[in-house]
């Protein structure tokens, strides 16, 4: 039986932005319940990348984001920084998995240190210690050795670690072909079907 479970997503101020309304799109348009918490530097990059003035309001952000994907109430739930009794910061009511995306390089350093001094990074650190999916989507160009230090240690932990770096052998055309292939992968390691782009292999000799 599949998981129904919630997917929690975390947006960080890393750029991106697309990726993550994209991938929160494509979660709730699958029937998925989705836990989103949007960090302060995000609140500034969204409007920058996308036209998405959301409000810091974790209420209205969540009203506002219901009304453009047309979702059901109750489907989406958005918590603030620092909501401490949203679900997403105790392992008793922990979600199927948890993707930040993207994930910036500091969110990266708070995870790998254990830090949990805001809700994202109490949640990954809760996704961590219950063996859950993490899959954290890096943006940053070109990596110190301290943002591969510390990829390095959450991969050998089993977490996911996927650079924002989308292919071109499905011939995109359209900036929105790139933005798919990324969020495609994504839903890859989440074991949630899709045919937002066309696999390797398929339609040649």
């Not at 859950?132 to 990829?151: A, G």
């Not at 933005?179 to 937002?196: C, K, M, N, T």
Request: charged share 20%; aromatic share 4%; proline share 7%.
């Amino acid at each position: 039986m599949p998981d129904r479970r919630p997917i929690a997503l975390a947006i960080t101020g890393a750029s991106g932005a697309p990726y993550a309304l994209r991938l929160l799109e494509v979660l709730l348009g699958a029937g998925r319940e989705v836990w989103l918490m949007v960090s302060e530097a995000a609140q500034v990059v969204l409007p920058l990348e996308t036209g998405l003035q959301l409000p810091s309001q974790p209420a209205e952000a969540e009203a506002l984001l219901a009304e453009r994907f047309a979702v059901r109430p109750g489907r989406l739930r958005v918590f603030g920084r620092r909501q401490w009794l949203a679900p997403v910061a105790s392992g008793s009511s922990a979600p199927a998995a948890m993707v930040v995306c993207p994930c910036s390089t500091g969110t990266l350093a708070a995870i790998a240190a254990g830090s949990s001094d805001n809700l994202i990074e109490r949640a990954a650190d809760v996704v961590l210690k219950e063996q859950r999916r993490l899959i954290l989507v890096v943006r940053e160009s070109p990596l110190s050795p301290i943002h591969l230090e510390n990829m390095l240690r959450l991969a050998r932990l089993g977490v996911v670690v996927m650079p924002a770096s989308p292919g071109f052998y499905h011939r995109p055309e359209r900036l929105e072909q790139l933005v798919d292939f990324l969020v495609a992968r994504i839903l890859d390691h989440l074991g949630i079907e899709h045919g937002l782009v066309r696999r390797w292999g398929e339609g040649r000799d």
